[in-house]
């Protein structure tokens, strides 16, 4: 019989993953096989590098190119920034300023995301991606690091964080995916009947899908056509890796949320309409010494949404951390 921890740790699994299974579409996995990166995104990569000196590097992980923009100050504490679902990267750019001056940072592309390569052969769960970044972070890292992860990229970073703690020095969850909270969101509950509002089909699609993502009006209209091409060129391979997401949910004989023992904050955008800001303290009941920061007028995002604000939570949690 599962304890009261194993329960709140699986409660996404149990309460979500497996309706979503049971009713969604299968992805085309010849659509999936074929697809290839193309991308405007290096040319901003270009000129953000020109601007701050963040250049980009390039190391093999699990057979495959792992992408990584670094820069900063490279004598300063480290620090790993991991994007969400259907993102990249490049969704950390504007909360870099704020951080550049003290930290070195690494900001990659997970592994099938972005510049990383994806191969239809390989599984993107949870499990997989994090013993991936424990392999980079042995070739990247000379110690631990403030480690940040936004929506997925939440769940994998708690995830390494439980189990490969020599690289963590602290933890941020940024409405981090991997529990659910006392309500459930539209896009919680359209996963319940088989509907994923994070796969995009049209410029309407990607609309939709900023929109709930980010609680301005007006950003998801001035993103949507940047945003566009990458989404939806993707939108087969990011069906098939959300479904591995669930299929392959962490192991049970692993160790997960309850076992972090490092200086944790947890930063919610109350306006979340992707992950319910209730989820925070679901996190927080497994991570009894985590600290909780919610955001008042913020959605899913915070790093886009008020960088200002959520640089200024990070330096401020890294002073009491170290």
């Given amino acids: 019989m599962l304890n009261a921890q194993q329960v709140l740790e699986n409660s996404f699994v149990n309460n979500v993953a497996h309706a979503y299974l049971s009713k969604a579409k299968l992805p085309n996995h010849e659509r999936v096989k074929a697809w290839r990166y193309r991308s405007f995104l290096p040319m901003l990569h270009r000129l953000h590098g020109s601007l701050t000196g963040f250049a980009t590097h390039r190391r093999s992980i699990d057979g495959r190119t792992m992408v990584w923009l670094e ?9 790993v920034l991991l994007h969400g679902f259907s993102s990249c990267k490049e ?39 994090v013993e991936r970044l424990a392999d980079w972070a042995e070739l990247v890292l000379e ?12 769940g994998i970073a708690a995830l390494l964080a439980a189990r490969h703690n020599k690289w963590v020095s602290s933890l941020t969850l940024m409405n981090a ?5 006392s309500e459930l969101t539209p896009f919680e509950r359209n996963l319940q ?19 709930s993502t980010i609680a301005s009006r007006t950003l998801p209209w001035l993103m949507t056509p940047f945003a566009y091409w990458d989404v939806v060129s993707r939108r087969h391979v990011n069906q098939h890796i959300f479904r591995q997401l669930l299929e392959y949910a962490p192991s049970p004989d692993q160790p997960s949320f309850s076992a972090i023992s490092a200086p944790t904050l947890i930063v919610w955008g109350e306006e979340d309409e992707i992950i319910h800001s209730s989820c925070a303290y679901t996190f927080k009941a497994l991570i009894p010494h985590a600290e909780i920061k919610n955001l008042p007028g913020v959605g ?3 790093m886009v949404e008020n960088p200002v604000k959520a640089a200024k939570l990070l330096k401020q949690f890294w002073l009491t951390a170290q």
């Avoid at 110690?143 to 990229?153: L, N």
């Fill in 143 to 154: 110690g631990p690091a403030h480690w940040v992860g936004s929506s997925m990229g939440g």
């Fill in 177 to 181: 995916a991997g529990v659910v909270g």
């Fill in 91 to 129: 969704n950390w750019l504007p909360l870099l300023p704020f951080l550049m001056n003290k930290h070195r940072l690494l900001v990659p592309d997970l592994p099938g995301w972005g510049q990383s390569h994806f191969c239809s052969e390989k599984v993107y769960g949870f499990d997989q991606q």
């Fill in 71 to 79: 820069g900063g100050n490279p004598e300063g504490s480290p620090v």
């Fill in 300 to 302: 899913h995002m915070p």
């Fill in 193 to 211: 009947e088989g509907r994923n509002m994070l796969i995009a089909h049209d410029i309407k699609g990607v609309l939709d899908l900023l929109g």
